[in-house]
C-alpha cells in the first residue's frame, strides 16, 4: 500500500500538462503504481474536457462534419482493433546495478539512460530532459547496505522508488513512493535491501552532520 502521493494541486498539474517534463516524469512513474491518484488525473483530465468544450462552443460537432470526412473517420474506427490484433512485444528492457535489476517502467521507456556513474555504492545517471530551470533529474540505483549521509535540501527533491526500498525518518518505502522533501530540515535516508529509484532535485543537497560535511565542496556530485 503506497502511503506519499503527489498532492492534488500537482495531479492536476500533471493532467493540465502544466508541470516542467522533469516533474511530470516523477508524477508519471508515480501513477504507472497508484491506481488512486490514477483515478484523481483521470478525473480532472475529464473535467478540463468539459470546461473546454463549454468554453469553445465553436468546436464543429462530429455531426456537422461533411459525409466523406465522417465517413473516414468512422473508417478508421471500425479498422484500428483488427490492425493492431497482437503485435509482437518485446521484452521490457532492464537496468542492472551491483546484482539488482529493474525493469524500465513505461514512463522511461522511451528515454535514453546514460551509463551509471558510479559516486561510492551508488550509480547515477542522469537524465537529458531537464529544461531552463535549476531541476535536475537522475535515476539512482543504490546498493543493498548503503546510508546516505544526513543532509538538508536548500532546493526541493522528489524522490520515486521504482524497486527495493529505502528507511527514511522511521519509515520504509517501497515502490511507487512519491516523496517531496524541502526545507531545512535534514534527513538521512539509507536502504537495507537496494534500490532504484528517480530523484528531481532542484539545488545540490548539503551534508550537516560530521565529516559529511567536508563533502559540501563536492556535493553536485549527488545533484
Ligand atoms: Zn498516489
Not at 508541470?19 to 483530465?45: F, G, I, M
Not at 463549454?54 to 462530429?62: E, I, R, Y
Not at 517531496?180 to 534527513?187: C, P
Request: hydrophobic residues 45%.
Amino acid at each position: 500500500m503506497i502511503s506519499h502521493h503527489p498532492d492534488i494541486g500537482w495531479l492536476q498539474a500533471f493532467a493540465a500538462g502544466e508541470l516542467p517534463t522533469s516533474l511530470a516524469l516523477a508524477v508519471a512513474l508515480h501513477l504507472e503504481a497508484c491506481p488512486a491518484c490514477q483515478q484523481q488525473v483521470h478525473d480532472h483530465e475529464a473535467w478540463l474536457a468539459r470546461n473546454s468544450w463549454h468554453a469553445d462552443s465553436k468546436t464543429p460537432l462530429v455531426a456537422d462534419l461533411p459525409t466523406e470526412q465522417w465517413d473516414a473517420i468512422f473508417e478508421s474506427i471500425v479498422t484500428q482493433p483488427e490492425s493492431l490484433a497482437a503485435p509482437p512485444q518485446p521484452a521490457p528492457p532492464q537496468l542492472q546495478w551491483q546484482g539488482q535489476s529493474l525493469t524500465l517502467p513505461r514512463a522511461l521507456r522511451h528515454l535514453t539512460i546514460p551509463p551509471w556513474q558510479r559516486i561510492g555504492k551508488i550509480g547515477r545517471a542522469r537524465l537529458a530532459l531537464d529544461g531552463a530551470g535549476p531541476e535536475r533529474t537522475s535515476l539512482l540505483a543504490i546498493a543493498p547496505g548503503t546510508a546516505i549521509p544526513e543532509h538538508s535540501h536548500p532546493g526541493y527533491e522528489v524522490t520515486v522508488v521504482l524497486a527495493g526500498g529505502i528507511e527514511d525518518q522511521g519509515a520504509h518505502l517501497g515502490a511507487g513512493e512519491f516523496l517531496l522533501w524541502e526545507g531545512a530540515a535534514s534527513h538521512a535516508p539509507r536502504s537495507a535491501e537496494g534500490c532504484f529509484c528517480l530523484t528531481v532535485m532542484a539545488a545540490p543537497l548539503r551534508f550537516t552532520r560530521g565529516w559529511a560535511r567536508l563533502l559540501n565542496g563536492c556535493s553536485d556530485l549527488l545533484y
